[in-house]
């Protein structure tokens, strides 16, 4: 599966923004679906991930009651809706798919997208 992110920017604190993941083929309900998101000198840092049938998600403490992921097996697209943004948040976000249980491991997802970079000002 190729994917493509976009929807990144540069806005305020508490603001919010709307990241999408375009994937390409016809088994996109078969993947599990993830964000995660990296800054510079530092690890990629998990985000946010999605069940297959989009009936279960995760997110890491630092988004939780923030950002939103959900995802339509019918358009192939993956979202995160992140509200009340803050400088923290600044980071490269990149989607990834992972056709077996996946978690909260980067190395557990095989198929990551080009990144789009999102800047919160203070």
């Known amino acids: 599966v190729q994917l493509q992110a976009y929807g990144g920017g540069l806005v305020q604190a508490g603001g919010f923004l709307r990241l999408s993941c375009a994937a390409s083929g016809r088994t996109f309900s078969s993947y599990y679906m993830a964000w995660f998101r990296q800054t510079p000198g530092k690890e990629r840092e998990f985000v946010a991930r999605?069940?297959?049938?989009?009936?279960?998600?995760l997110y890491s403490d630092s988004v939780k009651g923030r950002f939103t992921i959900s995802r339509d097996n019918v358009k192939n697209t993956v979202t995160l809706q992140m509200n009340n943004l803050k400088p923290e948040d600044t980071a490269v976000y990149y989607c990834?798919?992972?056709?077996?249980?996946?978690?909260?491991?980067?190395?557990?997802?095989?198929?990551w997208g080009q990144g789009t970079k999102v800047t919160v000002s203070s």
């Open positions: 999605i069940n297959k049938s989009g009936g279960s998600t």
């Open positions: 990834a798919a992972s056709g077996s249980y996946s978690y909260t491991n980067e190395r557990e997802y095989e198929y």
